[in-house]
């Protein structure tokens, strides 16, 4: 177990739907990132917020936002959504003080299911 | 922008021999690297990472290997054991900013 908690942990929806995925970093992590993992397609990092701020973007489509709250939990929100964002999900955190390396440690996934 | 990529997609191994996972980057400005292992329906897990400034890095089993003239990253998993039927992605780029291959997928005969 990382640590690392998100929700839900399976996801079915219909496309043109709005869904939201909600991840709770290990406590003491400042740091959030967010990963799309499509089938037989690696990590495609998409964005991370530090101490709730944008701290770097990847390969986040328009359709995406992200956020992260007070509390240092992060939303994911996917909205008009296309059966191409069918994938898992995951969440990863890290402590991440200023900038030195910090290894992530990756949430279970959420596995989105657009029909 | 940068790629990562990995030499094989399945690499099959016996039980009690070492592994070598071969990983090549393009950026030259990628300062660091993770492997990571990801076991079916589970989470990537962090394995060894490296930083540029180093050639090698060992831990339990397991060593890096980061060749940055011919931007290349390997790793060694000595004494395979079934418990590392897993796939394994690397990882470059900077802290803030990772690119992951596709994944070697490893697996381990008895």
């Known amino acids: 177990d990382s640590g690392v908690t998100q929700t839900p942990k399976h996801l079915i929806t219909a496309t043109g739907q709005r869904v939201t995925l909600r991840c709770s970093p290990r406590s003491g992590d400042l740091s959030v990132y967010w990963y799309q993992q499509s089938l037989d397609q690696g990590l495609q990092f998409l964005i991370q917020?530090?101490?709730?701020?944008?701290?770097a973007k990847g390969n986040i489509l328009e359709r995406f936002s992200a956020q992260q709250f007070p509390d240092l939990h992060s939303e994911l929100n996917l909205s008009s959504l296309e059966l191409g964002d069918s994938a898992l999900y995951f969440c990863?955190?890290?402590?991440?003080?200023?900038?030195?390396?910090?290894?992530?440690?990756f949430g279970p996934g959420t596995r989105l299911t657009v029909l | 922008g940068e790629s990562v990529g990995l030499h094989l997609p399945t690499l099959s191994v016996q039980e009690g021999d070492n592994s070598i996972i071969n990983c090549a980057y393009s950026?030259?400005?990628?300062?660091?690297f993770i492997w990571y292992k990801q076991e079916s329906g589970k989470g990537p897990q962090f394995i060894i990472d490296?930083?540029?400034?180093?050639d090698k890095r060992q831990g339990q089993r397991v060593t890096v290997l980061l060749n940055k003239t011919v931007k290349h990253l390997s790793l060694q998993i000595a004494a395979t054991q079934p418990g590392d039927s897993a796939v394994y992605f690397c990882?470059?780029?900077?802290?803030?900013?990772?690119?992951f291959g596709t994944g070697t997928r490893l697996q381990v005969t008895l």
């Open positions: 917020y530090y101490n709730g701020e944008e701290r």
């Open positions: 990863a955190s890290s402590r991440d003080p200023g900038l030195t390396y910090n290894e992530q440690f």
């Open positions: 990882a470059g780029g900077t802290a803030s900013k990772l690119t």
């Open positions: 950026n030259s400005a990628s300062d660091y």
């Open positions: 490296i930083r540029s400034n180093m």
